[in-house]
Antibody, heavy 115, light 110 residues
Framework: QVQLQESGPGLVKPSQTLSLTCTVSGGSISSGGYYWSWIRQHPGKGLEWIGY???????YYNPSLKSRVTISVDTSKNQFSLKLSSVTAADTAVYYCARGHADYWGQGTLVTVSS | QSVLTQPPSASGTPGQRVTISCSGS????????VNWYQQLPGTAPKLLIYSNNQRPSGVPDRFSGSKSGTSASLAISGLQSEDEADYYC???????????FGGGTKLTVL
């Protein structure tokens, strides 16, 4: 059974870079066949796709966030990561990592942007 | 507002059948498959239906999905109290090049 776990700071200051890592267990990122996604949910709101990465490093980003987003993969650690730059309070959300079009999800991690 | 349109709320009594709609366009639902997710309070979403009407292992057959043209529906039969949750539809949008979600439907079991 594939499991995903997000990790990273729960508090980020405005204008700084949000950095999160998703560790995958129960399956190898590099086995291929799947994209690995980041999705966020603003408090009390719906879901927003941020982007995803293939094990080869190919990425697809939401155009609304593309200028600030970088998703990378480390197959040796079976991890993939999210960096979101120049954050504001509007980036406060629960961030989820997921496999592909989200057949498996992490538990989510709340990131608050505040000074 | 969301690219995919869902009713904000739905309700039913135990044992009833409830349907939740998801309306899109030719660039998303009209040309790609639809997934449905269930989000219980305080938890991560869970895949309920993929490829319009397929259930992952472990999802009860009380849940079913369908698609026609640019709309999709999720049906829940034999409604149970534990079905009280938020439900989201999702599909890839070929015009926006974005994976888009509906705004979510809060299901209340009366």
């Amino acid at each position: 059974q594939v499991q995903l776990q997000e990790s990273g700071p729960g508090l980020v200051k405005p204008s700084q870079t949000l950095s999160l890592t998703c560790t995958v267990s129960g399956g190898s990122i590099s086995s291929g066949g799947y994209y690995w996604s980041w999705i966020r949910q603003h408090p009390g709101k719906g879901l927003e796709w941020i982007g995803y990465i293939y094990y080869s490093g190919s990425t697809y980003y939401n155009p609304s966030l593309k200028s600030r987003v970088t998703i990378s993969v480390d197959t040796s650690k079976n991890q993939f990561s999210l960096k979101l730059s120049s954050v504001t309070a509007a980036d406060t959300a629960v961030y989820y990592c997921a496999r592909g079009h989200a057949d498996y999800w992490g538990q989510g991690t709340l990131v608050t942007v505040s000074s | 507002q969301s690219v995919l349109t869902q009713p904000p709320s739905a309700s039913g009594t135990p044992g009833q059948r409830v349907t939740i709609s998801c309306s899109g366009s030719s660039s998303n639902i009209g040309s790609n498959t639809v997934n449905w997710y269930q989000q219980l309070p305080g938890t991560a979403p869970k895949l309920l239906i993929y490829s319009n009407n397929q259930r992952p292992s472990g999802v009860p057959d009380r849940f079913s999905g369908s698609k026609s043209g640019t709309s999709a529906s999720l049906a829940i039969s034999g409604l149970q109290s534990e079905d009280e949750a938020d439900y989201y539809c999702a599909a890839w949008d070929d015009s926006l090049n974005v994976w888009v979600f509906g705004g979510g439907t809060k299901l209340t079991v009366l």
